[in-house]
């Protein structure tokens, strides 16, 4: 499959990008120089000044790719999961033509985007329906309130255990949600222990129901205890279940989505774009009732997900069911690639650059990845990174981040680590031109 995207022109869009986005910041730096030369301010002009001045603009100008040496897979400042090369293709035929968005081709009436990706859902879940909005908060959010609307209380609470009042990236705290909600929140246990009696106790006419929520940036050790979902089930209220990662593979500690599901959650609430290897997205499977209530909650318009999320996911999904994830998709590709094959793809990095940068001081040592993205916060995953030396480190990070695209590693023991199991196909170049413009 061609992996490189093109118009009709037979340009490469990310070529067409790179010189507009060029082409902007030049005219953005002539257009300083007049007004300083309007000014009085007599500024040099030579094309060496425009060209350093533009390239200055240009370093950090709007959303653009860059090349992730951090070892950290779903690294969530630099847009978590990538795309596999089919999921792209298919949001490329969505963003560039039309689609059966919300068309029925079967009867030519209207039909729902809602319906879009929630068959795949089924089958891969085992569960009655499925809903997909824009995150996974916004499922959460969405969930809350259509369960909360459904109880004729004036006062609806839900049960939450205290040691789940988690905050995750971007200040996102479940409390919060819990009261955009329209729901009080009733805490149960303690923070670092939570038992079911705690839950019983708390239920009253009031309840409409039970959140469980997986702590997935953070770890709680030693004198601890909790209460699985299976268990919430007897207390004959709802159960959600906000799971997080969206695992539908075993990896590491973290559960699996139809784990949850088998446990007896009415609901079950994950991202598309951690564990699950695809676009943003919020999933939420599980009973019909729940699901259509979400689905006519007023708030649903509010979070739902545009035609390009729901392309990438449909063909991420179809890549769990042809049974070909592990090779399509590259978060499982770069989470599951054995520790020799990156040592070999660090050695072949570390050569290459001493062929092409003369007097490189680097070496290649075992690292630490991580899976990153609010998910199993102490899996680590051996790995290996060139590290360079000679320079300040500091400095040669900042020239990294500066190069087109900008390469981003992580500077530590004084030197600048470039952990290469978080290097797509096509990466080396583009570090290794990096390293010579840094030099050069």
Same mark, same amino acid.
């Not at 319906?115 to 891969?124: K, Q, S, W």
């Not at 075992?366 to 500091?394: C, Q």
């Not at 087109?404 to 080396?428: A, C, M, N």
């Given at each position: 499959?061609?992996?490189?995207?093109?118009?009709?022109?037979?340009?490469?869009?990310?070529?067409?990008?790179?010189?507009?986005?060029?082409?902007?910041?030049?005219?953005?730096?002539?257009?300083?120089?007049?007004?300083?030369?309007?000014?009085?301010?007599?500024?040099?002009v030579?094309?060496?000044?425009?060209?350093? +001045?533009?390239?200055?603009?240009?370093?950090?100008?709007?959303?653009?790719?860059?090349?992730?040496?951090?070892?950290?897979?779903?690294?969530t400042?630099?847009?978590?999961?990538?795309?596999?090369?089919?999921?792209?293709?298919?949001?490329?035929?969505?963003?560039?033509?039309?689609?059966?968005?919300e068309?029925?081709?079967?009867?030519?009436?209207?039909?729902?985007?809602?319906?879009?990706?929630?068959?795949?859902?089924r089958?891969?879940?085992?569960?009655?329906?499925?809903?997909?909005?824009?995150?996974?908060?916004? +499922?959460?959010?969405? +969930?809350?309130?259509?369960v909360?609307?459904?109880?004729?209380?004036?006062?609806? =609470?839900?049960? /939450?255990?205290?040691?789940?009042?988690?905050?995750?990236?971007g200040?996102?705290?479940?409390?919060e949600?819990?009261?955009?909600?329209?729901?009080?929140?009733?805490?149960?246990?303690?923070?670092?222990?939570?038992?079911?009696?705690?839950?019983e106790?708390?239920?009253? =006419?009031?309840?409409s129901?039970?959140?469980?929520?997986?702590?997935?940036?953070?770890?709680?050790?030693?004198f601890?205890?909790?209460?699985? /979902?299976?268990?919430?089930?007897?207390?004959?209220?709802?159960?959600?279940?906000?799971?997080?990662?969206?695992?539908?593979?075993s990896?590491?500690?973290?559960?699996?989505?139809q784990?949850?599901l088998?446990?007896?959650?009415?609901?079950?609430?994950?991202?598309?774009?951690k564990?699950?290897?695809?676009?943003?997205?919020?999933?939420?499977?599980?009973?019909?009732?729940?699901?259509?209530?979400m689905?006519?909650?007023?708030?649903?318009?509010?979070?739902?997900?545009?035609?390009?999320?729901?392309?990438?996911?449909?063909?991420?999904?179809?890549?769990?069911? =042809?049974?070909?994830?592990?090779?399509?998709?590259?978060?499982?590709?770069?989470?599951?690639?054995?520790?020799?094959?990156?040592?070999?793809?660090?050695?072949?990095?570390?050569?290459?650059?001493?062929?092409? /940068?003369?007097?490189?001081?680097?070496d290649?040592?075992?690292?630490?990845?991580?899976?990153?993205?609010?998910?199993?916060?102490?899996?680590?995953?051996?790995?290996f990174?060139v590290?360079l030396?000679g320079t300040?480190?500091?400095?040669?990070?900042?020239?990294?981040?500066?190069?087109?695209?900008? /390469?981003?590693g992580?500077?530590?023991?004084?030197?600048?680590?470039?952990?290469?199991?978080?290097?797509?196909?096509g990466?080396?170049?583009?570090?290794?031109?990096?390293?010579?413009?840094?030099?050069?």
């Amino acid at each position: 499959m061609d992996s490189v995207m093109r118009d009709p022109s037979g340009r490469t869009l990310a070529a067409r990008h790179g010189r507009a986005s060029a082409t902007a910041a030049v005219r953005g730096v002539l257009e300083d120089l007049r007004r300083q030369i309007v000014a009085g301010e007599g500024p040099e002009v030579s094309e060496r000044t425009i060209a350093e +001045a533009a390239s200055r603009l240009l370093t950090g100008r709007g959303l653009r790719r860059v090349i992730n040496a951090t070892g950290v897979v779903l690294h969530t400042n630099l847009g978590r999961s990538v795309l596999s090369e089919q999921a792209a293709l298919a949001a490329y035929d969505a963003a560039t033509g039309y689609s059966n968005l919300e068309y029925d081709l079967r009867s030519g009436s209207r039909g729902s985007r809602y319906d879009h990706a929630v068959p795949l859902l089924r089958e891969l879940t085992g569960t009655e329906d499925a809903l997909v909005v824009n995150n996974c908060a916004g +499922a959460t959010l969405l +969930a809350l309130a259509a369960v909360v609307e459904s109880k004729a209380s004036e006062a609806p =609470e839900v049960i /939450v255990s205290r040691g789940q009042l988690i905050e995750i990236g971007g200040g996102f705290r479940i409390p919060e949600v819990l009261a955009l909600s329209g729901a009080r929140l009733r805490e149960v246990g303690t923070t670092n222990r939570t038992r079911l009696s705690d839950y019983e106790k708390a239920v009253n =006419e009031n309840s409409s129901a039970v959140l469980w929520v997986h702590p997935s940036n953070f770890e709680m050790v030693g004198f601890t205890e909790s209460v699985g /979902v299976q268990d919430l089930t007897s207390m004959g209220l709802p159960v959600i279940a906000d799971v997080g990662s969206g695992a539908l593979l075993s990896v590491g500690e973290e559960p699996r989505v139809q784990g949850v599901l088998r446990d007896g959650a009415d609901l079950a609430i994950f991202s598309a774009d951690k564990l699950l290897g695809g676009p943003q997205a919020g999933i939420a499977v599980g009973a019909s009732r729940w699901i259509s209530a979400m689905r006519n909650h007023p708030l649903a318009r509010a979070l739902r997900a545009d035609k390009l999320c729901l392309a990438a996911l449909e063909a991420t999904l179809s890549s769990y069911l =042809e049974g070909t994830e592990k090779d399509d998709l590259p978060t499982l590709r770069m989470i599951g690639a054995p520790v020799l094959e990156v040592e070999a793809k660090a050695t072949h990095l570390a050569e290459n650059l001493r062929r092409s /940068v003369p007097g490189l001081d680097l070496d290649v040592t075992p690292s630490v990845a991580r899976s990153g993205g609010g998910t199993l916060p102490t899996f680590e995953i051996p790995s290996f990174a060139v590290r360079l030396g000679g320079t300040d480190p500091e400095a040669l990070a900042d020239d990294l981040r500066s190069a087109d695209p900008p /390469v981003v590693g992580r500077v530590h023991e004084g030197r600048v680590w470039l952990d290469v199991r978080t290097l797509l196909p096509g990466d080396e170049e583009a570090v290794i031109g990096a390293l010579r413009d840094a030099y050069g």
